[in-house]
């Protein structure tokens, strides 16, 4: 397969700021790419959403790995780049391939070249709750809307402010509801035991990243980093409170780190980090593990390539599992709502991925005017 490659960087305004751990997120920068086979002419489009605050390419470094790949490019150069450890940006401050978000967006551009879109399914979301006691004032209103699961951003006020808002929170939730706890990392190890404390008999379906170690630059095995691990490994032994991975997720290395090692919370993947999605897919069934996905914050574009792969999960057994003595199969991983809750998100809706809503189906992602997306960078 040869196609004509075509970019287009882009750094969109938020309709509204997002306040995590890592600060206040007023825009999005990242690059579309538009690949166009020879002999069919059919197009397909992808995008390059890094995160560098988690230990991604930048998007200078994604934009100088497209450029040198050149106007024509082979199916070969798509897939095997990187390898070998040349070229732009080809090793991460983590000592590992860092080029997830480049393979991310090839794949999804070939995704439409190759073939048609899987068969139809559909996902419960959760809802995006704002930080703070902001979340107390939308609550209800996600609630008649039909959300059964909520995220709630944690770690961007001290303890004493957040902590005590927890069972209010908790008191707002519709019947049956769960709520998702997300501390970007920000936590050091009191302020984290203090909330799996608090988390413990609560309607809580899992603490994310409590701690985190940002990269530095070193190589993997800092003694820094390996502290953080073991922190999260024994905050995951020692409460009760099923803990995610998120941060600790920030490419194919680190997934492949901790699936070795045996992690049994839940991996929180953003695809748009990881590469290609389907070996991602392949990789994590085949490891049994518990999973969520998650939105990158893409745009349209981004959104669909990761959620065609997310429509397609079908979680396995959780490890270590067979069939009882009556030959009955046990409970598989539960299907998880996807982390997709976050749309509207851009000033300009052409840019958005479907909308907020308690459920996402195959005819959303596939209704998304992507190439509306591309021309609006023109």
């Not at 995590?20 to 990242?30: D, K, L, N, S, Y």
């Not at 996402?360 to 609006?376: F, M």
């Amino acid at each position: 397969m040869n196609c004509l490659l075509q970019i287009r960087r882009y750094r969109l305004p938020l309709s509204v700021a997002v306040r995590t751990a890592h600060g206040v997120m007023t825009e999005r920068e990242g690059i579309l790419v538009r690949l166009e086979e020879d002999k069919s002419g059919r197009v397909g489009f992808g995008e390059v959403a890094p995160l560098p605050e988690f230990g991604t390419e930048t998007v200078d470094e994604a934009a100088a790995v497209l450029r040198m790949l050149g106007e024509r490019v082979t199916a070969e150069q798509m897939a095997t780049l990187g390898d070998g450890g040349t070229g732009p940006a080809s090793r991460s401050t983590r000592g590992g391939p860092r080029l997830g978000c480049v393979r991310f967006a090839l794949a999804g551009a070939q995704a439409p070249i190759l073939g048609p879109p899987a068969a139809a399914q559909s996902r419960p979301v959760a809802a995006l709750l704002p930080a703070g006691r902001a979340a107390l004032e939308k609550i209800a209103t996600l609630g008649e809307a039909g959300f059964r699961t909520f995220k709630w951003k944690v770690g961007v006020a001290p303890v004493a402010e957040e902590l005590p808002l927890l069972d209010d929170l908790c008191a707002e939730l519709p019947p049956g509801a769960r709520l998702r706890l997300d501390a970007n990392g920000a936590w050091d190890r009191r302020a984290a035991e203090r909330w799996l404390e608090r988390c413990a008999e609560r309607p809580v379906e899992y603490v994310e990243q409590p701690c985190f170690a940002p990269p530095d630059g070193a190589s993997p095995g800092t003694l820094r980093q390996a502290r953080m691990e073991d922190l999260l490994r024994g905050l995951a032994e020692d409460y009760p409170t099923t803990l995610a991975l998120d941060e600790s997720l920030a490419g194919p290395d680190d997934l492949e780190r901790w699936l070795a090692a045996g992690w049994r919370g839940v991996f929180v993947i953003k695809l748009a980090l990881l590469g290609d999605p389907w070996p991602v897919l392949a990789r994590l069934r085949a490891a049994q593990a518990d999973v969520v996905f998650s939105s990158g914050l893409e745009t349209a574009v981004g959104a669909q390539t990761a959620l065609r792969a997310a429509l397609a999960w079908e979680p396995g057994l959780p490890a270590g599992q067979k069939l009882n003595s009556q030959g009955s199969k046990p409970t598989a991983h539960p299907v998880r709502a996807l982390g997709f809750g976050v749309w509207p998100l851009f000033a300009d809706p052409r840019f958005d991925g479907p909308w907020a809503a308690p459920f996402i189906h195959t005819r959303d992602v596939e209704g998304l005017n992507v190439e509306a997306a591309w021309n609006a960078l023109s």
